[in-house]
């Protein structure tokens, strides 16, 4: 392939942007290239500056369950065009939004708006703080929930694939904030609650984890999460922006059948538009201003754009379940062609290809990985066509769009490129 444009665009853009990219893990320095500059998308393909095109497995990172362009999404944007791009005021379409997510996720009885994951996050960190009157947070190794300064420690995701200091610029007063302890060891969970129960104000995890790769919860682990921290009066805080309406159309606390205290969502709630969101129960969510005392706002929140493709999303899905089977067989196809010798972890729609014999289950087994090996594997693929996340610790995401050519094809590829 060619990528002479692409090339000329990534040199002009590291004059005019921190290396180049807006996001860390795009810049592509892990697996030894630099990045296509991508121009379209249609369906589960992808075109860049060259002309070049790419059955894409990132789907903006999750979010593009029914591929790119979708007509519904698109019909709903064009709506909300003709009529306004952002008011900083209420619209009806945000309660019917907030009606569809109460609705598909049980736990959530009221939600908040806002306008990315990180910000989901945040907010739900200080609603728990505000909710239980205690300061500290648990999180897990490799478990990333946006770039807030308490919970960049051990992260994962870009930060563990950039190799980069996870608490550089973060003082240590908000990092002491945080008990870091390893996915999937209730026992580790056990003795911290033991030791500082009373000091934690809530437990936040990934669900199914995703950003060391996709790691599943072991048997039991998440019903451990919710015993523990209900028996110590702390929240449990499920970050589903990556898993909400991906694993399952109520995210994977419906998979599993574990009910949070507060949910993180993001992503796929608007469409593919930037949006985010946490809710939960009405006694908690009814302290936050100006219903309560506990301050979160935003100028563009319920964004009236992503508000639209959100809905357009949320009611397909809801139409159309069979969406689901089409994932996991299509997912479940691709994962079927990983040859011996490595490990692939899959929880429907979205898996991670190790380069490592043994089982991942946690962060530090998903960084014995072979990242020089998985480098080769990225180019190889690229070149054959299959757009991966350009880093070990990411998923690889199944939209609705990839066709069974598409699997054939990326099947076919992946086997040529493991031969490299």
Known sequence: MNHAKSEE???????????????PVRACRSVGTNP????????????????NEYIDYVGSWGPLLLGHRHPEVLAALEGALAVGTSFGAPTE??????????????????????????EATMSAIRVARGFTGRDLVVKFEGC??????????????????????????????????????????????????????REIAALIVEPVAGNMGVVPPAPGYLEALREITERHGALLIFDEVMTGFRVAFGGAQARYGIRPDLTTLGKVIGGGLPVGAYGGRREIMSRVAPAGPIYQAGTLSGNPLAVAAGLAMLRHLKAHPEVYEVLERRAAEICAAVPAGMTVNRVGSMFTLFF??????????????????????????????????????????????HTVEDVRRTVAAAREAFSD
């Open 9 to 23: 665009l990534f040199r002009r853009a590291q004059e005019l942007i921190p290396g180049g990219v807006n996001s």
């Open 36 to 51: 296509p500059f991508i121009v379209r998308g249609e369906g589960a393909h992808l075109f860049d500056a060259d002309g």
């Open 93 to 118: 379409q945000e309660t019917e939004l907030a009606a569809a997510i109460t609705e598909a996720v049980p736990s959530i009885e009221m939600v908040r708006l806002v306008n990315s994951g990180t």
């Open 144 to 197: 990333y929930h946006g770039h807030v300064d308490s919970l960049l420690v051990k992260a994962g995701s870009g930060v563990a694939t950039l190799g980069i200091p996870d608490t550089q610029g973060v003082p240590k007063a908000f990092a002491d904030t945080t008990i870091a302890l390893p996915y999937n060891d209730a026992g580790a969970v056990e003795e911290a609650f033991r030791q500082r129960g």
């Open 356 to 401: 490592t014999a043994q089982a991942v289950t946690d962060y530090e087994s998903a960084k014995r990985s072979d990242t020089a090996r998985f480098g080769r594997f990225y180019r190889a693929m690229l070149e054959r066509g299959v757009y991966l996340a350009p880093s070990q610790f990411e998923a690889a995401f199944v939209s609705a769009a």
